[in-house]
């Protein structure tokens, strides 16, 4: 099948940096010695010039081809649902969000930003350093575990990004995790707000762009959260959204 040289780029990544695993999908061989299974690693292995163990069998049928590669992809989400983790599949997401936060900031959000450097665009490819990641970060779960309290059936901001402000701020302030959460919890539920307060602008914002089904990028929704939150921490109003491609995203005060 044609090369995805995506792939041999994530492969190769892994190999140079030492975060390559052997795998029981063994590279496999047809009775006349064709490649079967095994072009993309072992593509990266010569681009990678690292050593690397692989399990290797042979003597199929050429027809062997047809069937293989057929089943469903194990997905990091899979991997934490295996290991028992509550709501595997929003804590897959966060973790992956948070764990680039706690190496690059906010730089390179997605795939449709810049892309960076090659270790941050491969880098959330590495399993086992994000399980070590969720198992080091308690903060992670307890963010999440605190915007699903909330109970917002339709929330303004996906519970995803909600949990991921909140762990950013969290960690910013570890000593005011009570400010942090009344900041979420107006912003999501919008209970006894004050007419200037910057969390108003900012719902009215995501309100109208729900309405007017507008997509903001990761990027520029982070601009909006942080300059709310940053106005919010330091009692003062906050104007209109002025957004631009070329915007940088403030520091988290």
Known sequence: RPLSEFVVSKYQFLMENGAWQLSPDALTFS??????????????????????????????????????????????????????????????????????YSKYGFKNLSPKDVRGTRE??????????????????????????????????????????????????TKKHPLAPKLVDKFFESLLLGEDLPKLSPIVTLRNRLIQGKINRAKYSLKVLTVMVVKTWNAYKADKPLGKFLLAVNMEIPEVL
């Open 31 to 100: 009775k006349e010695g064709r490649l079967l299974n095994g072009q993309h690693r072992l593509t990266a292995l010569i681009k990678a010039k690292k050593t690397q163990e692989f399990l290797v069998v042979g003597g199929f049928n050429q027809e062997t081809f047809f069937v293989m590669d057929k089943g469903k992809t194990r997905t990091f989400g899979d991997t934490l649902a295996l290991q028992g983790n509550p709501y595997y599949g929003v804590l897959s997401n966060l973790a992956k969000h948070c764990y680039r």
């Open 120 to 169: 941050m665009r491969y880098s959330l490819f590495d399993e086992k350093s994000l399980v070590e990641f969720i198992g080091n970060e308690p903060q992670l779960l307890k963010s999440l575990d605190f915007i699903r309290s909330l109970g917002t059936q339709q929330p303004i901001i996906p519970i995803t990004y909600s949990a991921y402000y909140h762990y950013i701020f």
